[in-house]
């Protein structure tokens, strides 16, 4: 009986948390969008650390991510495409 409430207890613990480290992350994350400092990807940690616990935090730091990679492929394509075109001398 002991043993259960003990893992009840630990469970609600454990989302408490995750909640308050994930909603600590997602507040210095945005607030390092404004300020200099690297916001996105603190946000992301802070979704990833909410995504342990809720799904609705994961279904969003999957896209999220999704769309870094997008943003980031683009941006080293254009950096290719610019170093190409360059003339040589």
């Known amino acids: 009986m002991a043993e259960m409430l003990l893992r009840g207890w630990t469970r ?8 308050l480290g994930g909603t600590t992350l997602l507040l210095i994350g945005a ?15 802070g979704f990833a650390l909410l995504g342990l616990e ?5 279904r969003l ?10 943003a980031l492929r683009k941006l080293r394509n254009r950096r290719k495409r610019r170093d190409q075109n360059r003339p040589l001398g």
């Open 61 to 70: 730091n999957r896209r999220m991510r999704a769309h870094a990679r997008l």
């Open 54 to 58: 809720f799904a609705w935090a994961r």
């Open 31 to 45: 607030a390092l969008l404004v300020l200099p400092g690297p916001g996105i990807p603190v946000v992301i940690a």
């Open 12 to 19: 609600h613990a454990k989302r408490v948390l995750v909640l």
